[in-house]
C-alpha cells in the first residue's frame, strides 16, 4: 500500500484548532494515531467506509476525522486543544485484519507522523 503523508502540524495555543491532512486516505479504513515523548502510540480516531466512525475518549467531543473520497484525503479536525495533546500525529492507512480498529496492528502503511504542540 502507498505510504500516506501527512500534513498541518504545528504550534498552537490551548483551546486552538488545528486541522491534519492526509493523503491518500486508503480504500475503506483510514485512523490517526499519535505518539508523545516515552510513550506508546495512542490510538486517537479512525474513519471506515462501511462501519462508520471511531473515537478515542480523550478525542470524543474535540476531535472529528472524515473523509474526501473525491480527493483522496482523510482529515482530523482538532478543536479546544490542550497541553496534553501534543504528539507526533501519525496517519495510519489499510488494514492487515485479526485487530481491533484502536490496534496499531491492524494498518499496514503508515505515514512519517507531523508534529502537534500545544502550549498552556
Known amino acids: 500500500q502507498v505510504q500516506p503523508v501527512e500534513s498541518g502540524g504545528g504550534l498552537v495555543q490551548a483551546g486552538g484548532s488545528l486541522r491534519l491532512s492526509c493523503a491518500p486516505s486508503?480504500?475503506?479504513?483510514s485512523a490517526w494515531f499519535r505518539q508523545a515523548p516515552g510513550k506508546e502510540r495512542e490510538f486517537v480516531a479512525a474513519?471506515?467506509?462501511?462501519?462508520?466512525?471511531y473515537y478515542a475518549d480523550s478525542a470524543k467531543g474535540r476531535f472529528t476525522i472524515s473523509r474526501d473520497n473525491a480527493k483522496n484525503t482523510v482529515t482530523l479536525q482538532m478543536n479546544s486543544l490542550k497541553p496534553e495533546d501534543t504528539a507526533v500525529y501519525y496517519c495510519?492507512?489499510?488494514?492487515?485484519?485479526?485487530?481491533?480498529?484502536?490496534?496499531?496492528?491492524?494498518?499496514?502503511?503508515w505515514g512519517q507522523g507531523t508534529q502537534v504542540t500545544v502550549s498552556s
Open positions: 495510519a492507512t489499510g488494514r492487515k485484519g485479526g485487530y481491533t480498529y484502536n490496534d496499531p496492528r491492524l494498518y499496514n502503511a
Open positions: 486508503g480504500r475503506t479504513l
Open positions: 474513519i471506515s467506509t462501511v462501519a462508520g466512525l
